[in-house]
């Protein structure tokens, strides 16, 4: 008998939503990296969001799920996940299936995180290639090699961000500094105060650098499970060649020492050789990778 997934436009059911949480912490159990990125978990409730959502069922419980970005014009970009006792049963091929009927005329990719074999075997049977990849790199931070820092540039501070007040101004330069990538240039300020209500969320690991009280560049850290997060680096365009990149990681790196943390780990686009070789600089290398399919 044929499974065809139920879909959902928008924000999944509030019962249904605990479900998918379940479903992708099975699989990072059994995987070693979560199927879904934070963005999509954060968008599984979320009734603004621009995502297809589609489900397969065992009675009385969620096999699988595939949630389909459409915010971006003419593309269509899917992640999914299976739960593990229910693989090699077709479900990675009916999501897929489905997802990109849903995606209709749109340029259609999927991601595969960690690259594992059968996401790949999945993505490559169907007749996808790999488009684009998503380094995770990580330091030991008591290893790590020491680097000397230029002076920051004359009339540039730095400050930590107060909720409430910043948010407008991050937005903007995020947007400019981003505005090539497909994920981290549109996030909005519903998203950002999505961020703001987490738990790891701290205002304290928020660096701003300003001049003359315009923004210039920030750098936000996360910490979870005792592992720091370089999680956004941005330097606005108008202010490259300040060496503001640098100054900032160090200053992220500063921040995990004294939170006494023990590695940190960070996401860049692999084409992106100028921000690689910053954070090379600093002993960050690349320890695993997400892969786009398209």
Known sequence: MAITPSVVHGALPEDVV???????????????????????????????APVVHLLTWAP??????????????????????????DRRQGLGEVLLRGARKEAGDREFAVWAHGDLPGAKALAMGS???????????????????????????????????????????????????FADHPEQGRISLADLEAREAEPWFDAESFFLAERDGELLASVWLKVVDGIGEIYVLGVDPDAQGLVLGSALTARALERFDQLGLGVAILYTSASNLAAVRTYAKFGFAPSNVDVTYA
């Open 60 to 85: 009385g419980r969620l096999t699988g799920i595939a949630q389909l970005d459409l915010g971006v014009d003419g593309k269509a970009t899917a992640e999914l996940a299976v739960a593990p006792s």
């Open 18 to 48: 605990p479900l998918v949480y379940g479903l992708v912490e099975d699989a990072e159990q059994a995987d070693g990296i979560a199927p879904l990125s934070e963005q999509r978990l954060l968008w599984l409730g979320d009734a603004d």
């Open 127 to 177: 007749g996808l290639r790999p488009a684009r990849e998503l380094w995770i790199m990580r330091v030991d931070l008591v290893a790590r090699p020491q680097v000397e820092i230029r002076a920051l540039p004359e009339g540039v501070t730095v400050r930590t961000f107060v909720v409430g007040q910043d948010e407008d101004a991050w937005l903007r330069v995020n947007a400019r500094a």
